[in-house]
């Protein structure tokens, strides 16, 4: 309903966002993270590969600052959380559209925090992911084929890199920054 914008197009899935896209070749193109067939990142990669100019604008529900991270890496130049005000939306679209960049100052500042700290390795996530789902040191040992004395530095580590203190801790901070997923 704005005089300057048209809907050319509204995708069930992440395959169908693609195939509209090269069909359609939109200005603009608003994606959800989460789709069935190929998720909204996927779909970005995807697209860019044909045209490395194409301006996306992420509107979800998710605001881990993985989630945000991987969007903003893959392309987006806009993101923007499904409550947003309309007035918001509206504005972010004409400037992804000017080849502005729309990231609202709070999802701006929890993507750095998240910079600011330290990288986890590829164990210390699957440690972390199973301390998640409440495994105990012994359990979490036994499912990586490793002492208990290796998990117990692995969490020292992690407790570490996360600024935190104790198991909870690191368990909230975890599932809030979308560093694992239940």
């Known amino acids: 309903m704005q005089a300057d914008m048209e809907v050319v197009a509204e995708a069930e899935n992440g395959r169908q966002a693609v195939d509209f896209w090269r069909k359609l070749r939109p200005d603009v193109t608003l994606l959800d993270l989460r789709m069935p067939v190929l998720d909204g990142v996927g779909v970005i990669e995807e697209i860019r590969q044909d045209e490395p100019g194409a301006k996306f604008i992420i509107l979800t529900t998710f605001d881990t600052d993985n989630e945000i991270h991987r969007a903003i890496k893959a392309g987006a130049k806009g993101y923007l959380l499904k409550d947003a005000r309309r007035e918001v939306l ?31 390795t590829s164990r210390e996530v699957e440690v972390l992911a199973l301390l998640v789902r409440g495994r105990s040191n012994k359990e979490i040992a036994s499912k990586l084929f490793i002492s208990e004395t290796t998990v117990k530095g692995h969490l020292r580590s992690v407790f570490t890199k996360l600024n935190v203190l104790s198991r909870t801790e690191a368990t909230t901070t975890a599932l809030r920054r979308g560093l694992v997923q239940l």
Request: one cysteine or more; glycine letters at 6%; a neutral charge.
């Open 90 to 120: 509206l504005d972010c679209i004409r400037k992804v559209s000017n080849g502005e960049t729309c990231i609202p100052p709070a999802l701006v500042e929890k993507l750095a925090a998240s910079m600011r700290g330290e990288t986890l």
